[in-house]
C-alpha cells in the first residue's frame, strides 16, 4: 500500500447540519471483521475441507489462535456474544477437555511439529472464569504445539468482577502480554440497565493487580448507545478510566438485535439513545480521549502513541480480524472452541456454535465445523480494498486491480462524494474526516455480497 498519512482526530459533530448529513447515510452494515461476511459462510464447507486447507499449510508458517470460552457467570443483556451463563464451573471443566481433544484433532491435521505462534487470543464469554488448573492445561497443550515467535503476543478478555489473583498468575504463566478488560459505563443507572453492576473499584483493582503480575498491555472497553447514557454521563466514565492509564481504549457502539439475541428485549428499549444521540455520544468521548493524548486508530480505538497498535497504523501495518484492530500479520488465524472462526488463505471455517452438537464432533473425533466460505482472487481484492478503507480511511485502487475493476462500488459510492464525506481522485479513495463516522458504510461499496435485506447488521451510527 501507499504511504500511510497519520490523520487528524476529525471534527466533532455537535451541529445539526453536521449531523443531518452522517444520519442521512445511516443504515444496517457489516462490520467487516471478515470479507465475505459471517452471513455468506454457509455449510458447503465442511470439516475434510478444513483438514485439507490445514494440511496444505507450509510448515514455517507463523499463525494466530482464537481460543473461544463461551461462559460467564451472569448474563449482561447487551451482550452479543456466543456465551453462556453457568452456576458452577462443572461444565467449564468439562468443555476444557474437549478443547483439548480439538487441540489433538488439530495438530494431527497440521502434521504434528510445534509450528511458530504469532498470536493467541482467549475470548469470550469471559475466559477470566477458567480455573487456573485448566488454564495450565490449556498452556500445556498450546507448548505442545506451538512455539511462540520472539514478539507474540498473548491477550486474554477479562471480567474485572470476581477477578481471582490465582487466575491473574496462572495467565502470568503462561505469558500473558496483554489485556482487555470489559468497564463498558460507570453510571450506576446504566448498570442496572443493563446487569453488569460493577464500581470503578472493582476496575482499578483488577488493572492494578493485573499489572503487579507483569502484564505490559491494558485495553479497557467501553460501550456508547446503552440506556440511559448521554454524553454527560459517557464523558464522565471516560474521565474516570483516563485516571488508569490504559494502553489502549475501545469504544463500542451497542448493536441492538434483539431478533438475534433474545436477551436484549430485557433492556428498557425506550431508554436507548436515538441515532443522535448516538452519535453525539461516540464523538464527544473521541474528543476527550484524543485531548488526553491517544491516537484515533479506525473505527473504534484509540492506543498511546507509543502502543504497538499506534505504530502499526502510523506505519501502515495495521489490520482487521475478528478481535477488531490488531497488528497480528500472521496470515493464518485457527480458531479452536464452540463457535470460533478461523482463517485461512483458502478461506475461512467456523465451529458449531451448538455445544451439543460440538461435544459429539469431538467425541467422534472430527474437527466440528459447521460452516464457512472459500474464497477467490476477487474476493482478496475487495478484502483488501475494504481493509485499508477500514484501518486507515483510504485506499489506492491502481494496487487492487485498477479502477476499471470497481467501477460499479465507485457508483455506489456516489451519495457519499455528494455530500462531501468521500474523496475520489484518480485511483485514490479517502473517506474525509467528516465521514469517518461512516466508514462502514464506505467500504460497504466494494462488499459486491452485500443485501439490503440481510439481517443482523446493527446501523452505522
Known sequence: MSQIKVLPAGPRFNTPMQSARLLKHSRPVPRYTSYPTAPHFHTGITADHYRNWLQALPAEAPLSLYLHIPFCDTLCWFCGCHTRVVQSLRPVTAYVNLLLREFELLSNALGGGKRPLAHLHFGGGSPSLLPPAEIDRIAAAIQGSFQPTSDAEIAVE?????????????????????????????????????????????????????????????????????????????????????????????????????????????????????????????????????????????????????????????????????????????????????????????????????????????????????????????????????ESLMCHFEVDLSEHGGVQAFAPALARLTPLIADGLVEVQGAQVRVLPEGRPLVRVAAAAFDRYLQPETRGHARAL
Not at 170 to 185: I, P
Not at 231 to 247: G, K, M
Not at 320 to 328: E, L, P
Open 158 to 386: 477479562i471480567d474485572p468482577r470476581g477477578l481471582d489473583d490465582s487466575v491473574i498468575a496462572a495467565f502470568a504463566r503462561l505469558g500473558l502480554t496483554r489485556a482487555s478488560v470489559g468497564v463498558q459505563d460507570l453510571d450506576p443507572q446504566v448498570q442496572r440497565a443493563i446487569n453488569r453492576l460493577q464500581p470503578f473499584a472493582v476496575v482499578q483493582s483488577a488493572v492494578e493487580r493485573l499489572r503487579a503480575a507483569g502484564v505490559r498491555g491494558i485495553n479497557l472497553d467501553l460501550m456508547y448507545g446503552l440506556p440511559h447514557q448521554s454524553v454527560a454521563s459517557v464523558l464522565q466514565t471516560a474521565e474516570t478510566i483516563l485516571t488508569l492509564r490504559p494502553d489502549r481504549l475501545a469504544l463500542f457502539g451497542y448493536a441492538h438485535v434483539p431478533h438475534m439475541k433474545r436477551h436484549q428485549r430485557l433492556l428498557p428499549e425506550d431508554a436507548l439513545p436515538n441515532e443522535p444521540a448516538r452519535l453525539a455520544q461516540s464523538e464527544a468521548v473521541a474528543a476527550r480521549l484524543t485531548e488526553a493524548g491517544y491516537c484515533r486508530i479506525g473505527l473504534d480505538h484509540f492506543a498511546r502513541p507509543e502502543d504497538p497498535l499506534a505504530l502499526a497504523h502510523s506505519g501502515g501495518r495495521l489490520h482487521r480480524n475478528f478481535q477488531g484492530y490488531t497488528v497480528d500479520e500472521a496470515p493464518i488465524l485457527l480458531g479452536l472452541g464452540a463457535s470460533a472462526i478461523g482463517t485461512l488463505p483458502q478461506g475461512y471455517i467456523q465451529n458449531t456454535t451448538d455445544m451439543p452438537t460440538y461435544r459429539q464432533s469431538i467425541e467422534e473425533g472430527r474437527l466440528p465445523v459447521a460452516r464457512g466460505v472459500e474464497v477467490d482472487e476477487a474476493d482478496r481484492r475487495e478484502r483488501a480494498v475494504i
